[in-house]
Nanobody, 121 residues
Framework: VQLQASGGGLVQPGGSLRLSCAAS????????IAWFRQAPGKERIFISCISDSDGRAFYEDSVKGRFTISQNNAKTTTYLQMNSLKPEDTAVYFC???????????????WGQGTLVTVSS
């Protein structure tokens, strides 16, 4: 499966952005799509995952209540709605596909190219 992330940009603290991850190719093989982020000089960390086999969603603690993951009806695009953004949310955001949701990067077989989110006044 090939993934294309988009939707990043510059936003003020407290603002919102919606990221998109478009999947193409063998989309039926990997039914879990996750978002990770990587800040400058830091490791890539798990943010959220959705399993389209049962609709379950998972979130990292620091984004619970602020970020929402969802998919379109065809399960070809996964969104990350980010509200109440903080400067510490600044990072490159990546989407990734796997057979099941996990917070481990090594589980994910396909990665998008990343989209930069900058939260600054």
């Amino acid at each position: 499966v090939q993934l294309q992330a988009s939707g990043g940009g510059l936003v003020q603290p407290g603002g919102s952005l919606r990221l998109s991850c478009a999947a193409s190719g063998q989309t039926r093989e990997m039914t879990a799509i996750a978002w990770f982020r990587q800040a400058p000089g830091k490791e890539r960390i798990f943010i959220s995952c959705i399993s389209d086999s049962d609709g379950r969603a998972f979130y990292e603690d620091s984004v619970k209540g602020r970020f929402t993951i969802s998919q379109n009806n065809a399960k070809t695009t996964t969104y990350l709605q980010m509200n109440s953004l903080k400067p510490e949310d600044t990072a490159v955001y990546f989407c990734a596909a796997a057979y099941y949701c996990s917070n481990l990067t090594r589980i994910y077989r396909s990665w998008g190219q990343g989209t930069l989110v900058t939260v600054s006044s």
